[in-house]
C-alpha cells in the first residue's frame, strides 16, 4: 500500500547527501541538482522517497550515455519505460519538451527517484515552481497533504492509478503557482 507519511526533517539532509553524491559522479554534466517533490516541502506529508532533478543541457545519445553509466555505478536503476512526464491538459509545448529520463533506487539504497530534465523545458520549470510556490503557501501544502492521503487509500498499492488521480490536482496547484510566479493577486 501507498504509504504516506509525516514530514521528516531528515530528509533535507539525506537529499544534501544524496548530492554530493551524484555532483561528484556527475560534474559538469549536470547543470543543477535539486531537491523536488513533496519531501522538499517544511512540514508536507508525503511519500518517504527523496525525489531529486537533475538538470541537464541535453538528452543526447551522448548525455544519456555519460548519465546510465554514473548512475548505474552509483547503484541507481535507469528506467527506461519512462521517457517523459505528465504534460498538463492545457500545455501548447511539444510533447518532447516533457521528455525525461528516471532512475530509482537499488533494493538496498534509500528510497530515491532522479529524474533527469532539459534545462529550460516545462517539465524541468515544473517541479522547481511548484515545490517554491508550496514552501511559499503552508495551507495549500496541507489541502495537498490531505489529498495524497486520501488518493493513497483509493490506490492501495497501485503506483500508476495514485500518479493519474494525483497529476490533475497537481495542474491545478500550478495553475495557482504560475499566477504567484507572475505576480498576480494571490489570497492563498
Request: proline content about 5%.
Amino acid at each position: 500500500m501507498i504509504k504516506i507519511v509525516d514530514y521528516k526533517p531528515s530528509w533535507l539532509q539525506e537529499f544534501t547527501e544524496i548530492k554530493q553524491r551524484l555532483r561528484q559522479a556527475l560534474g559538469d554534466l549536470a547543470i543543477s541538482i535539486d531537491h523536488i517533490g513533496s519531501t522538499s516541502v517544511p512540514r508536507l506529508a508525503a511519500k518517504d522517497r527523496i525525489d531529486i532533478q537533475i538538470t541537464v543541457a541535453d538528452l543526447s545519445a551522448e548525455t544519456d550515455s555519460r548519465l546510465i553509466a554514473a548512475l548505474t555505478a552509483l547503484g541507481y536503476v535507469y528506467r527506461p519505460h519512462i521517457q517523459a512526464d505528465h504534460q498538463p491538459s492545457d500545455d501548447l509545448h511539444p510533447a518532447q519538451a516533457w521528455q525525461k529520463r528516471l532512475f530509482c533506487e537499488a533494493d538496498f539504497k534509500r528510497a530515491t527517484n532522479i529524474h533527469v530534465r532539459i534545462a529550460g523545458n516545462p517539465n524541468q520549470r515544473y517541479p522547481i515552481l511548484f515545490r517554491d510556490y508550496l514552501r511559499a503557501h503552508p495551507k495549500q501544502a496541507a489541502t495537498y497533504a490531505a489529498l495524497k492521503r486520501r488518493l493513497a487509500v483509493i490506490a492501495g498499492d497501485d503506483t500508476g492509478l495514485y500518479s493519474d488521480l494525483k497529476d490533475p490536482s497537481c495542474d491545478l496547484i500550478m495553475n495557482a503557482a504560475e499566477a504567484w510566479a507572475y505576480g498576480e493577486k494571490d489570497k492563498g
